[in-house]
């Protein structure tokens, strides 16, 4: 039941929020910052029931037979909902501040919380048609974040996104069947359901692949990220780059971990597909953003890259790389979040998208300068930041299975990195503004505190004594590689 | 092992959370900020003092575990405990000078606020215990020190700024492969012998050696990765330069030391040290040409900052030349390396000192340019005197500290080749004789056109000699370079042979290092010789001075340039193939939509004639039948079907749909070559743009010796890295798929 409130909630609370707003606004903000901390808090929530054992499964045979839902809290799906949703809750009250100037806000509250809605529901689901079910949803839902402006440009890039997760949704449903088909369950197992190297079983990894990957980035799929993601208002492309690309790389693991037999992908060697297109995908990424100069299509473009980290630490199947996968995931769902806020504060008080007139803005908004610079530096991977350690995870990870070329792949990933973001804090802090700035000045204290806490949130689990995230990512890695199993 | 103490924490993070203190502070009030940044600095340094009393009898570790999950290792032994008393020392003494320095300049808060910062990060990279350490403060000593690099924000600084950014950049990810190697072949990354463990995994030392060379290489200014060095140091402040130039450079040839005395050497495995051999051949000519280089780019320049930022490179060349004549010999090598030991302190220093003194003449002229100096003798006689000390110190002359460092290199490539006997040692030893004559004429060069001479254009404004606070700070340096110079021996003794004690070292050599003859004949003519060849050098550039120019094409920017050109070139070559792939593809397009359009025509003509002859045969058989059973049928019903086969035939004359077809195909036809010439245009002018910038920048590299080209070149230097990377990258996923 747990489960099912902590996913409708944020639903329903949207669809109510949206009739509220027509009421009062003050009332739909309220609402929607409580709602989104209510569900942050129930995540917290959810470590209770995870004291005694490694995953709770609920079954609801009767909702929308034949299959009827599941779901499975599990410390995966504990700890990413756990990050969506604080993260989902530090935007909304950045939302609240950015979003004054926007029209149709009572639609954009309600589709925010549905979004989190379903966002939640993929993480927490049990079987692959539930996960199907919420993973179509918040790709429709957050289909209208994208294209709140309503511009030419949003429109187009909203039916690129549109056409293409409807493409990664067949993908997907084709997986699906062939998974029933071969194993008579959809229903996700420690150990996996399906280990069989048949053609079909094959053609429904590409298929989990290519539906899921979709999502993430991965290239080629990728091509709408680049569009979709700038194109939305600052707090959606932060929501879209920090959370929902992240339902992409869940799902993955998921495929690989859960459904397919870990063991049995090393054994037959499926994963290296994976990690070829994850090497592509992070050059194209980092090569691509360099290219750009619209602050925000760089900042997607380097979505794009980090999303190659990611899915390169669970193609690796080491160990070592999972736990810096899991750790990336949320290091970056934290840095990439602080970077498109900041960036939507830049472009808020400036006007201004192109990286090279926005000179000497440090000097103007050195708050907003300085986060970004924080999350900057931790997207390089300096130590101290959270970067660093995820891309250390993941060399040695790749060291211990025998592919030294990946570690230096990283580290060439790294100098593309400072390549496209340092240039970006050099202007604002040392060049003379070439445009009028005399009347810029810091944002609120309200759209101020989200972005300090993430910037904070980058740097300071590491020089605690205990670093949480990297104790769960450590407790997730261990349980998806089997902990029972005597691992 | 050692005592714990937290000490070594303190002196890294004390100045580090002080310059957040400095930065608050600076904003109320300047006087109570200067004195807040003496204060750190003294403190740091008297630290320091405590933690040398302790690292002379054991060796001090302290460790935060939990930081970063890898740990924060403080491992201080006596070559640490010592290179950082000089660090905070050198540190107390240019922020004592800066304070009149800086004041005229803008931005004075910021800037003492990365100067403080950057001193205990540098603290922090001599500290560590373990590589991993070492690299964190690294990279935050690169990004701190990068503030100080660009303080004038001008377009010159910011150039070099990229540059020195970008270079850095590199090789901390060059070092940060290091670490990962080191981690997984060894499990730690402690400085302790693991040549063993590295060929057991399965790595070739080379490659790390290679890593290694790159990491540090790029800091310790190690030519051909040095370009960044004469811009960068140039165009800071000059405490600042001061500082990047007399101890962060020392933070490469810090690690070289770590490396080549420590990790890569055999734990019990004698048979491995002919790695060592090895190793220290490749750097003892490393060390050679960059000393050499170095220097010669000393004389050609006209620059007072820019002579001192080349000179730099050719002393980084005598350090990394003596450690590479100690590794060379193994065990033997207790004299190389306590050569580059020496010269290691001795430089940090006198290069200090010289930068110090170009900013003191700086202060009172504003002016760099050799030319536009001289006659200063008589205006600024304490400048005059202590800028002819530290000139005594670089060069070697008996009774000043260089000279002590210098006879112990020579007589460790001496030792060398009396002990393996090759001839190319013996080339080696004439390499280094020589660059000391070098740098005996640049160092010349620069204080008699500055003192002496007839009184340049910018000399005439100065009245004042420089002030008492700088004299007092001048006075200091002078004392320690004259008490090392004199006292010689009883300096090896205390400050050498501690650290050559760390090493495995032969017992013999260190009891030759406790009477080194410093004061035999022989050795007393070595600064003779080196002053009668860099006279007589000085006195050729002199008279050919302007005719002899360096060819363009030996610079290392000049050919980094030409790759990029022929990159550049490829990739012209790249768009040519691809825009004529896509005027095939469009043709074939084109050619396809044709046939699609005029297939179904001719069936549809074939077909037309097949409906007409039924029709023809239908129309006899209905005729037929209505002849014979309806004869009194209308005949206009008859007349009607054949009008409208006429009417159908018309509409599918053969001749107007060959028009259709061919209009169609026209406009097809037209747009294509529309878009053919808007593509080839395109590319015209793309060349034609290429070719004129290129134009452009040969000129702007013909112009290298002046100096102020780089105020005019602006290739951007991260395209270039971005075309090596692609590069890269295509051989790495080109190495995977094969």
Redesign the interface.
């Known amino acids: 039941m747990y489960a099912m409130i902590m996913i409708f909630l944020p639903i329903i609370g949207g669809v109510f929020a949206y009739f509220v707003g027509q009421k009062s606004e003050k009332m739909r903000n309220i609402l929607s910052i409580s709602i989104a901390g209510i569900t942050f808090l129930m995540a917290l929530g959810m470590y209770v029931g995870l004291k005694d054992a490694d995953s709770i499964v609920y079954v609801y045979p009767k909702l929308l037979p034949p299959f009827g839902l599941s779901f499975r809290l599990d410390w995966l799906s504990v700890v990413l909902a756990t990050i969506g949703s604080f993260v989902w809750f530090l935007i909304s009250i950045y939302s609240l501040e950015y979003m004054k100037s926007y029209t149709n806000l009572n639609r954009y509250y309600a589709f925010v919380l549905v979004t989190l809605g379903a966002t939640i529901g993929t993480f927490l689901s049990g079987d692959l048609v539930t996960l199907f079910l919420f993973f179509e949803l918040m790709s429709l839902s957050s289909f209208v974040l994208v294209i709140h402006e309503g511009t030419e440009k949003a429109m187009k890039a909203g039916n690129l996104y549109l056409i293409m997760t409807i493409a990664g949704g067949l993908a997907l449903f084709f997986g699906i069947i062939a998974v029933y088909e071969l194993a008579g369950t959809v229903a996700f197992s420690d150990v996996g359901i399906l280990a069989n190297g048949s053609t079909l079983s094959l053609l429904a990894y590409l298929a989990f692949l290519a539906g899921f990957g979709m999502k993430a980035g991965m290239f080629p799929l990728h091509v709408w990220l680049p569009e979709a993601h700038p194109v939305a208002p600052s707090p959606a492309s932060a929501l879209l780059s920090g959370v929902m690309l992240k339902v992409g790389a869940f799902g993955l693991l998921r495929v690989i971990f859960n459904v397919y037999n870990v063991d049995f992908i090393a054994s037959i060697g499926w994963n290296k597909i994976l990690l070829v297109i994850s090497a592509i995908t992070i050059i194209i990424g980092s090569v691509y953003a360099i290219l750009q100069t619209d602050i925000k299509r760089r900042l997607a473009y380097s979505s794009v890259g980090q999303m190659g980290y990611i899915l390169l630490g669970m193609a690796l199947l080491s160990k070592q790389a999972l736990i810096g996968d899991i750790f990336h995931v949320f290091a970056h769902a934290i840095m990439k979040s602080c970077l498109f806020l900041a960036a939507g504060a830049l472009i808020l008080q400036t006007g201004k998208r192109d990286i090279r007139e926005l000179n000497g803005v440090g000097k103007k908004m050195p708050i907003t300068m300085i986060c970004f610079t924080m999350a900057s530096l931790a997207m390089i991977g300096i130590p101290p930041f959270t970067g660093f350690l995820s891309k250390w995870l993941l060399g040695l990870g790749a060291l211990e299975v025998g592919y030294p070329i990946y570690a230096i792949l990283l580290l060439v990933s790294s100098l593309l990195n400072s390549v496209y973001y340092l240039p970006i804090i050099i202007n604002a802090f040392f060049k003379k503004s070439t445009e009028d700035f005399s009347n810029v000045k810091e944002i609120s204290r309200m759209m101020l505190i989200p972005i300090i806490v993430l910037a904070i949130g980058t740097v300071i689990f590491d020089l605690l004594p205990v670093n949480i995230p990297l104790e769960l990512s450590t407790i997730v890695a261990e349980v998806l590689f089997g902990r029972g199993a005597g691992m | 092992m050692g005592s714990t103490s937290s000490l070594p924490l303190l002196m890294a993070m004390l100045p580090m959370l002080g310059s957040v203190a400095v930065h608050f502070v600076g904003q109320k009030n300047e006087k109570l900020r200067d004195f807040l940044v003496a204060a750190i600095s003294g403190a740091t340094f008297l630290i320091s003092i405590a933690l040398f009393l302790k690292v002379r009898e054991t060796i001090v570790v302290f460790e935060l575990p ?5 740990g924060l290792r403080f491992n201080v032994d006596f070559i640490s405990g010592l290179f950082s008393l000089i660090v905070s020392l050198v540190w107390f003494l240019a922020s004592l000078f800066g304070f009149e320095y800086m004041a005229h300049e803008h931005s004075r808060t910021r800037f003492f606020t990365y100067f403080i910062f950057t001193l205990g990060a540098t603290l922090g990279v001599f500290l560590s215990g373990d590589l991993f350490s070492l ?2 403060f690294f ?1 935050l000593m690169t ?1 701190s020190a990068y503030v100080l690099v ?1 303080h004038e ?1 001008d377009n010159a600084s ?1 150039h070099a ?2 540059v020195y ?2 270079m850095s ?2 090789g901390g ?2 070092l ?2 290091v670490v ?2 080191l ?2 072949a060894a499990g730690t990354t402690e400085f302790i012998p693991l040549l063993e463990q590295i060929i057991a995994s399965g ?1 070739s030392p080379w490659l790390l050696l290679g890593f290694v060379i790159f990491g540090f290489g790029v800091k310790a200014g190690m030519i051909p990765l040095h370009i960044w060095l004469p811009k960068a140091h140039p165009v800071a402040p000059s405490p600042a330069s001061a500082l990047l130039s007399a101890l962060m450079i020392k933070t490469g040839a810090y690690g070289f030391v770590r490396f080549l005395m420590t990790i890569f050497t055999p734990l019990s495995n004698e048979a491995l040290w002919v790695y060592s051999e090895h190793f220290g051949y490749v750097f003892l000519w490393i060390g050679a040409i960059t000393m050499f280089i170095g220097a010669i780019m000393g004389i050609l320049n006209n620059s007072l900052k820019k002579i001192l930022a080349y000179s730099s490179i050719s002393q980084m060349g005598y350090i990394l030349f003596s450690l590479g004549a100690g590794t060379f010999l193994g065990t033997r090598g207790a004299v190389g390396f306590a050569g580059a030991w020496m010269h290691m302190i001795n430089h940090a220093f006198f290069k200090s000192f010289l930068f110090l003194l170009a900013g003191a003449v700086y202060l009172k002229t504003h002016e760099l340019d050799l030319r536009k100096l001289g006659g200063l003798r008589n205006v600024m006689p304490w400048a005059f005197g202590f800028f002819l000390i530290a000139a005594a110190g670089i060069t070697g002359v008996p009774g000043f500290n260089g000279y002590v460092s210098k006879i112990l290199i020579h007589e460790a490539i001496l030792e060398a080749y009396h002990l393996v006997g090759w001839e190319s040692l013996l080339w080696l030893e004439r390499i280094f004789v020589v660059t000391g004559g070098l740098t005996a004429a640049y160092i010349t060069k620069l204080w008699v056109s500055i003192f002496l001479g007839k009184k340049g254009e910018k000399s005439l404004q100065v009245t004042t000699d420089i002030s008492v606070a700088h004299r007092a700070v001048f006075g200091i340096y002078s004392a320690i370079i004259l008490v090392i110079g004199v006292f010689a021996q009883k300096m090896v003794n205390s400050l050498v042979i501690p650290a050559t004690k760390i090493y495995r070292f032969d017992v013999h050599d260190l009891e030759h290092l406790t009477h080194v003859p410093f004061w035999h004949g022989a050795e007393l003519a070595g600064p003779v010789l080196s002053y009668v060849i860099g006279i007589s050098a000085l006195l050729i550039v002199s008279k050919v001075g302007s005719k002899l120019k360096i060819p363009e094409w030996l610079s290392v920017e000049y050919i980094a340039y030409w790759i990029w050109h022929r990159l550049e070139d490829l990739a012209i070559f790249g768009q040519k193939i691809y825009v004529h792939l896509m005027l095939l593809i469009r043709k074939i397009i084109y050619w396809g939509a044709k046939v699609a359009i005029e297939v179904p025509v001719k069936f549809r003509e074939f077909g037309r004639r097949v409906v007409a002859f039924r029709i023809q045969i239908d129309f006899r058989r209905f005729k037929n039948l209505i002849l014979s059973l309806r004869k009194f049928r209308k005949r206009f019903e008859v007349e009607e079907i054949k009008r409208k086969t006429m009417v159908a035939r018309k509409y599918f004359s053969k001749d107007s749909l060959k028009l259709k077809v061919r209009l169609k195909a026209r406009s097809a036809k037209d747009s294509l070559k529309e878009l053919e010439q808007e593509l080839i245009e395109k590319i015209e002018a793309s060349r034609m743009q290429r070719i004129q910038k290129r134009k452009q920048q040969k000129e702007l590299l013909k112009e290298k010796i002046d100096d102020s080209y780089w105020n005019t070149i602006n290739i951007s230097f ?1 395209s270039l ?2 075309a090596l ?2 590069a ?2 295509l051989l ?2 080109l ?2 798929a094969l």
Do not use: Q, R
Not at chain 2, 66 to 70: G, S, T
């Open positions: 939990w930081f970063l999950k890898f690299f964190m990279e990004f660009i924000e910011l700024g990229d950014l970008y950049v590199f990810l060059c940060l492969a990962f190697f981690e997984h790595f991260d890295i971005v990377v692609i890269i990258a790495v996923f190495s995977v």
